[in-house]
């Protein structure tokens, strides 16, 4: 039995303590928050994720996904809404693959419920500011009385997201850390379709809504309260951009000329534009990922990628199912299991972010054109009828947990060699 | 008259403050070390550097060139050692044109001299703790006294070098700031020929020195005390590595079969190697390099790159010129200066750090081939006669200050195209 600190307990903390707990280990978790629980705020600014094969192999193994399921929305495709408001599909992948919707806060409240009975202790509003990784102490302040504590155990993990606080402290405190934290042109704004009048969903709940417009997008996902949650992707400058729309005419002009069916279902677009903030997107790469067995970053904080492949979530759920295969590989050998980890999911940290700003071009441009949608419908035919020859890029990221991600990239760039399963996965 | 903060009295600091004192302003550093001129130790670990034209100009502009002149060491080209002891000679440029050796300790004794007889305050054993920029305040902590202090002014530069207190403030108080720090697999650790037993240099003077093995290299620049320091240029792991050779035989071995003439000439072999730290070698880009009119990232701290085409110094010298002549064009709108500074040298910065990188290859490999020296042997004759036409890399780099980093790149790259002056650098 060893003690645990988790820095962070959102949704991949979460997750990370009942696999721990399960192993027998005592975990505690900090987190800068209040309670999510008594206190309905979001957990950062993304109000819904989608779930895909990863995330769910990650609940599944540890039997929390049916508490899960019952709040989570299938999306079958997308839906493209054109400039005319004319509709076309694409199906995900084959007949029953889905992606699901599912709420961010009310995933991390379920997931904080299940670790609590495991006998996981969480400390919220405690907000860490330096790790003593020789002493393996971590400090924390707390943001309501202002108390300083110093926590020492015999491991910390780092699964405290993008800005993480323990991955900075590797980046002050250790040598030889590399490290890069990139952001994009564009940022997102969130919106909001409410249900129509009628209490129901305003548009087709079974999809992921899009309006592709070239060098910006729209996209919306339906939540259980019959709203859809609306995102923005669009340049920070520019000649269209947050900077540049920046009265109510212009704004509406804007959005009546790029997005007239969905101007229609958003009577609170005026409030929600300028009330809501520009959010910056970023990519954050690193390695090391540990200080000998004193100090392991999880999670968005060893590799936070952009939203566009709908990855980042289930990246960390895969995070803690690879962690749990290491535990089970090395027994009691810390520093094997934090440094096989590292080595193990570097390639595939890097491979998801570079995925993933690639699918961003797809998103906002590809998908609205028709030749793009027939060579999708081809392949889909192909991939059906030759699934040993070749499988889609989409259906190997988002369907087949087996297959890394790293080696997802790999075989789109050699197409030629696509056969066969990976054994590299289940090596470890 | 503005009132200027500079974090950091180095190189860069020190020279620009003479640009700033010479404009009317009134400036003072804030150093984290002792002073250099009471406690004789050596400003970070690289004891000579090498001086060359965009340096130059950076001290003639402001008339410190002759002080410099007298302890600088002319090197006109480079000598390379065979494993056989063997030497070759390759010229750096035509008849009279050198780089020279000068002692980075001295040098900036010699600017922090000139700075205080201008008028520039310093304070020493202060270390940068936080910045408040929108107060444009800087908050120190004193080493010896452990007093905190905060000092408002109207303009605080931060000249602090590759670890700038500065740049953690923006990166950790500023949205969508772009951040990367790269190390190498290679370390180096500095080594000691004193001079011989007559009190002369134990080697030619005239040059700098290189043992090329392919992927490590040793290189020594003299001093003014008829010494050379030595700088070993090894990965951390692997066979042959700081990591592998550990014990003294091992060590010895290595030396005696990769460096027989140079271990001849080095008495304190031993102890130096085991004595003196292997330290690491990064590159760090960032942008943007100012937050308003508040803060200004200047030198190393903007653009820390590799030492291996000796352009450290000279690149930073050469910021001062160019802020210089900014400060010329927009008088007093600082905000302007600011962001056309981080504009126009964001891309030499790029430049520079891509070169120097490159050249390390070159260095540690190519010098070492007869028919990399012939072929530049051929390059050097062909430019002598069409000047015009065509001129080398690296007398674009090292003598060519009117070319601009990026230009000298990009010519490289577009060799057809390499005619004339660039007009871009006397745009601004």
Not at 81 to 104: C, F, M, T
Not at 125 to 130: L, S
Not at 212 to 232: E, H, Q, V, W, Y
Not at 261 to 270: E, I, R, S, Y
Request: proline letters at 4%; a neutral charge.
């Amino acid at each position: 039995m060893k003690k645990f600190t988790l820095i962070g307990a959102g949704l991949v903390g979460s997750l990370l303590s009942i696999y721990l707990s399960r192993r027998g280990h005592k975990v505690t978790m900090y987190e800068r928050r209040p309670d999510l629980r008594t206190n309905r705020i979001s957990a950062g600014r993304s109000i819904n994720l989608a779930l895909s094969d990863r995330g769910w192999r990650g609940l599944e193994k540890v039997g929390v996904d049916k508490d899960i399921r019952k709040v989570a929305l299938p999306m079958k495709g997308r839906i493209m809404h054109g400039l005319d408001s004319s509709l076309s599909h694409q199906p995900y992948g084959k007949e029953g693959q889905a992606i699901y919707s599912v709420s961010r806060g009310g995933l991390n409240c379920v997931l904080m419920d299940l670790a609590e009975k495991e006998g996981v202790e969480i400390h919220y509003n405690e907000r860490c500011t330096q790790v003593d990784m020789k002493k393996s102490a971590a400090h924390f302040e707390n943001f309501t009385t202002g108390k300083m504590i110093e926590v020492t155990s015999d491991h910390i993990i780092s699964t405290d997201g993008a800005f993480s606080a323990g991955r900075l402290q590797m980046q002050l405190n250790t040598d030889r850390f590399n490290y890069s934290q990139t952001y994009l042109e564009h940022g997102y704004k969130e919106l909001t379709i409410p249900p129509n009048a009628n209490g129901d969903f305003a548009m087709d709940p079974d999809a992921l809504h899009i309006w592709p417009r070239g060098t910006f997008m729209l996209i919306a996902l339906p939540n259980m309260d019959k709203s859809f949650t609306c995102t923005l992707f669009f340049p920070f400058e520019g000649e269209y951009s947050f900077n540049s729309l920046d009265t109510e005419e212009k704004m509406l002009a804007f959005f009546n000329r790029m997005f007239p069916d969905a101007v229609a279902l958003m009577p609170t677009l005026k409030e929600d534009y300028f009330a809501n903030p520009a959010s910056s997107l970023a990519i954050v790469r690193c390695f090391p990922w540990s200080f000998e067995d004193k100090l392991l970053l999880i999670g968005d904080a060893a590799h936070a990628i952009v939203p566009f492949y709908g990855q980042g979530m289930n990246c960390g759920f895969e995070d803690c199912v690879v962690f749990d295969q290491l535990m089970e590989e090395h027994g009691d050998d810390w520093s094997k299991i934090f440094r096989h980890f590292e080595r193990l999911r570097k390639p595939d940290g890097d491979a998801i972010a570079d995925l993933a700003l690639a699918n961003f071009i797809e998103m906002r441009d590809k998908v609205g054109h028709p030749e793009f949608l027939l060579q999708k419908k081809i392949e889909a035919r192909f991939s059906e009828k030759y699934p040993e020859r070749w499988i889609p890029l989409y259906t190997m990221v988002t369907f087949s947990p087996d297959i890394r991600y790293s080696e997802a990239l790999k075989r789109r760039t050699t197409t030629g060699k696509n056969h066969g399963g990976s054994d590299e996965y289940s090596r470890h």
